[in-house]
């Protein structure tokens, strides 16, 4: 699944259809995992683009009538095409511009999601129970340590959690708790402050890493410009399974947790 550097490079790769206007919208299968709602045909017609931000791993274009999101899902993309492309079996929307640029999303698992958030987006469903951004100056050692307190769970599970902080997925999740030195199955609540702060420290350097990486390119992701991340180069343990550890040479681990594939090093991190 994309996660938090895969939607941010998508997100960018659509800023040059800012302040162009909405010429055509076409739903060629409304059935993702919830269903697009037929009223976007006309509510975004003749609409300008006011704004793209993200929120999690939604991306938020903001018009005059409101706030479409769109969410890649499993295997989803959004490609910016030029209007004489021709759509795939798997392209079931698309947003047309004045200005021949489209906007499409290919989702052949369609677990992706195209709705609408009206005038208030930070109230919709999905939105108003994300936990902070894993960037912003909210999210820091201290807090962390502090959401821990009561949580038993894996610490990997558990930042993972959307409610706790969004956008940091298996990969990031592995990645950061090898940069920070800390075992994924240690119980959150047995995590020093100490180890927070750190923790924290190697969540948004590795995110920041993955960002100016284009993000990581596993199967299905390609930025909207169609060009892959290579984030996946400088991985250290992610589907690293029996590979040497880079720092100290001992076999990188890979076990199942929370459903998920959990890579670490038994040396590394403890």
Known sequence: MPELPEVETTRRGLLPLLGQTVSQVVIRNPSLRW???????????HQPLLELSRRGKYILARFES??????????????????DEPPAKHDHFDLHFADGHVLRLRDPRRFGAVLWAGQVPEEHVLLKVLGPEPLDESFH????Y??????????????????????????????????AGVDPRTAAN??????????????????????????SSL????GADGNPGYFQQ?????????????????????????????????????
């Open 66 to 83: 409101g706030t479409l999101l769109l969410h890649l899902g499993m295997s989803g993309r959004i490609c910016l095409l030029a209007k």
């Open 141 to 144: 050692g201290d807090w962390l």
């Open 219 to 222: 199967r299905d992701f390609f």
């Open 146 to 179: 502090q959401q821990l307190r009561n949580k038993t769970a894996p610490i990997k599970n558990v930042i993972m959690d959307s409610h706790l902080v969004v956008g940091v997925g298996n990969i990031y999740a592995s990645e950061s708790l090898f940069r």
């Open 190 to 215: 047995k995590v020093s402050r100490k180890r927070c702060g750190k923790l924290v420290e190697e969540i948004k350097a590795t995110l920041r890493d993955a960002l100016r990486a284009g993000g």
């Open 35 to 45: 269903p697009i709602p037929a009223h976007l045909t006309e509510t975004l017609k």
């Open 234 to 270: 400088e991985y250290f343990v992610y589907g690293r399974t029996d590979a040497s550890c880079k720092v100290c040479g001992l076999p990188i681990q890979s076990i199942r947790l929370g459903q998920r594939s959990t890579f670490f090093c038994r040396r590394c991190q403890r």
